[in-house]
């Protein structure tokens, strides 16, 4: 089945030690997506691709960088993860048409000690 | 600022009666509104759309219905299902091809009571 993979689905880290979180998917999709879920909050966007073209969220933090080396693959680099950035990663792609709807993996839950 | 808002949390409803799931947005550019469902330790999932074009759009038990003068959608699920106890999240998003971005509500906690 085509989907999104989350890799891991759960990761923890120490405060201000760098962690890696990755994203593949076999939909085949031009946008790639990340967004940030703390508990009882909406999913907020950090940053997406359209193919290689990255566009950053304005109140995204510097902290959080992101890489896509491939159509498949995308990567959520934390360089020094606080306290706050415990939250659940999620993953999400969509075809580059109108109207579209986004297709998540399962999460990553991060937490920092 | 919160642009989407779902103001229940949560909701109980008996199996078999009608859930109904409420969302109001304030950016009047929006045009393109979504529900998602998650369940625990799963992604959201995609459940219905609705297009500003249009007032209603159904989909087997669920159906979705936008008031755009009062900036409103409601989710109608029935008759509700065991299976349907989960979150349910709005979105939104605007008619900017190539920006498709969403923007979430803070969901619904949906049970159904047996």
């Known amino acids: 089945d085509a989907m999104v993979i989350q890799n891991p689905r759960y990761q923890v880290t120490q405060f201000g030690k760098p962690v890696t979180l990755s994203c593949s998917q076999t939909?085949?999709?031009?946008?790639m997506y990340w967004y940030q879920q703390k508990s009882s909050q909406a999913p907020k966007l950090l940053f997406h691709y359209y193919d290689k073209d990255f566009n950053n969220e304005a109140d995204t933090p510097d902290n959080f960088q992101s890489r896509r080396p491939n159509t498949s693959f995308c990567f959520l680099d934390i360089r020094s993860p606080g306290l706050g950035d415990a939250a659940m990663y999620l993953c999400?792609?969509?075809?580059?048409?109108?109207?579209?709807?986004?297709?998540f993996g399962p999460g990553t839950r991060l937490t920092v000690l | 600022d919160q642009q989407v808002k779902q103001n229940s949390p949560s909701l109980s409803v008996q199996e078999g009666r009608i859930s109904i799931l409420n969302c109001d947005y304030t950016n009047s550019m929006f045009d393109y509104f979504l529900w998602y469902k998650k369940y625990p330790a799963e992604g959201p999932t995609f459940l219905i759309s609705?297009?500003?074009?249009?007032d209603k759009n159904e989909d087997g038990r669920f159906t979705v219905f936008l008031n755009k003068s009062a900036k409103h959608l409601s989710l109608h699920i029935v008759p509700s299902q065991p299976g349907d106890s989960a979150v349910y999240f709005c979105?939104?998003?605007?008619?900017?091809?190539?920006?498709?971005?969403?923007?979430f509500g803070t969901g619904t906690r949906l049970t159904i009571i047996p």
């Open positions: 609705i297009s500003s074009i249009k």
């Open positions: 999400a792609t969509s075809r580059l048409v109108a109207y579209n709807e986004q297709f």
């Open positions: 979105a939104a998003s605007t008619a900017n091809f190539g920006n498709e971005k969403l923007t």
């Open positions: 939909l085949n999709h031009n946008v």
